[in-house]
């Protein structure tokens, strides 16, 4: 998701880690991102406070989304392990 930088105007996005996605895969990477601060290409870091109200907004909202997407996500393999046992 790219939101507009406060400084320069270019597109920022989540950081992500190859650590957590290999340590726990989807649900491990989601979590990371949800709860990783965000960069810009030309900028670096940036954060959160930076940003206008409305877009910490939609970052707020996407990231209970992630964390909600991570939490369906994890029950449906236990339950999907659960049904082939």
Do not use: D, H, W
Not at 25 to 33: I, N, T
């Amino acid at each position: 998701m790219a939101y507009p930088c406060p400084k320069c105007g270019g597109p920022t996005g989540r950081k992500s880690s190859s650590t957590a996605q290999a340590a726990g895969g989807l649900v491990g990477a989601l979590l990371y991102m949800a709860f990783t601060g965000f960069s810009c290409v030309k900028c670096g870091a940036i954060e959160r406070a930076s940003f206008s109200p409305e877009v910490r907004s939609k970052m707020l909202l996407n990231s209970v989304l992630m964390i909600v997407g991570a939490i369906v996500l994890l029950i449906a393999v236990i339950a999907l392990i659960a049904a082939t046992s």
